[in-house]
């Protein structure tokens, strides 16, 4: 296989691996302590207002339904899964995806979070960082887990990888 398909080979394969866990922590959340997750229909929902002109809300629940808005969230939220996997990739090398460590992985997933914090939760109508929500802090935090959860995907998902196709 040449180089240029096993890079998108391996982001295919780690960016999905590594949003399945991070959906597996929020349906742990869920069962575990009753928090939901976020519901990947908003995702498609503001992406269904884009053709309109409208990339912003000030509330996402509440704007209008878009037709197919949940598969488009979903697809959305696995591609930008896989987006981010070949940017790990991108910086860290193919390299890393054959042979992974930890600290890279983590890295990348933490820094994930910047996309919520700034884009799509002012987007929604809550605020730079969930600033505009009931509980900032706790919405913050939570972020930050699910993000690191998120890394850690990346760090696994790269091994079960490596494992598969090994070079």
Known sequence: MNEQLEFVV????????????MDLWGLFLKRTLAIPPLDYA???RWIGHFPR????HANIAQAPRIRGETPVGWVAHYTIGIVFAALLMAVWGLDWARDPTLLPALVVGMSTVVAPFFIMQPAFGAGI????????????????????????????AALFSAHLFPI
């Open 42 to 44: 908003w995702v498609g």
């Open 53 to 56: 002109g409208r990339f912003a």
């Open 129 to 156: 960082a969930a600033s505009k929500t009931h509980n900032p802090s706790t919405a913050r935090l939570r972020g930050l887990i699910t993000h690191l959860s998120f890394g850690v995907g990346l760090y696994a």
């Open 10 to 21: 391996r982001a295919a394969a780690i960016g999905t691996g590594a949003t399945a866990v």
